[in-house]
């Protein structure tokens, strides 16, 4: 499928890029082994995207080589859904089949999660999802 633009001055942690487009995009590295510790750096850099509001997130889970279930329960938690609206993952090999399906089965319903094979399909689903108010 297509790869997401990754805009200069987005946010690089150590296995992910992080940016804002009218909502949180993450893109994890090539080969990216997920920690606990990424997975809180990772959600610390989203939360400094939006300043703390909740918003739409699109997340590229297609390079990724690895998760914890410590990072994976991180990511379906508390922590990641006070800063999430809804969230779409884009998925393609079956790993990131199988982590996308992973968070859907862990996600809390207040937070809408749908996995896609497509960057676009993606998009478009977390476009009906809009912001409190306009994030800066």
């Given at each position: 499928?297509?790869?997401?633009?990754?805009?200069?001055?987005?946010?690089?942690?150590?296995?992910?890029?992080?940016?804002?487009?009218?909502?949180?995009?993450?893109?994890?590295?090539d080969?990216?082994?997920?920690?606990?510790d990424?997975?809180?750096?990772?959600?610390?850099?989203?939360?400094?995207?939006?300043?703390?509001?909740?918003?739409?997130?699109?997340?590229?889970?297609r390079?990724?080589?690895?998760?914890?279930?410590?990072?994976?329960?991180?990511?379906?938690?508390?922590?990641?859904?006070?800063?999430t609206?809804?969230?779409?993952?884009?998925i393609?090999?079956?790993?990131?089949r199988?982590?996308?399906?992973?968070?859907?089965?862990?996600n809390?319903?207040?937070?809408?999660?749908?996995?896609?094979?497509?960057?676009?399909?993606?998009?478009?689903?977390?476009?009906?999802?809009?912001?409190?108010?306009d994030?800066?």
């Open positions: 499928g297509q790869v997401m633009d990754v805009p200069a001055g987005a946010h690089k942690t150590r296995t992910c890029t992080l940016w804002y487009d009218g909502m949180v995009c993450a893109r994890f590295h080969r990216a082994e997920v920690t606990l990424d997975a809180r750096e990772n959600l610390a850099a989203a939360a400094g995207l939006t300043g703390g509001q909740r918003s739409p997130v699109l997340v590229d889970l390079p990724i080589r690895s998760q914890t279930a410590e990072a994976r329960a991180y990511f379906a938690g508390p922590a990641a859904t006070a800063i609206l809804a969230v779409a993952l884009v393609e090999s079956p790993l990131s199988v982590l996308g399906n992973f968070f859907l089965g862990f809390r319903p207040e937070t809408p999660a749908r996995l896609f094979t497509s960057v676009d399909e993606a998009r478009a689903w977390l476009t009906t999802f809009r912001p409190s108010r994030v800066a």
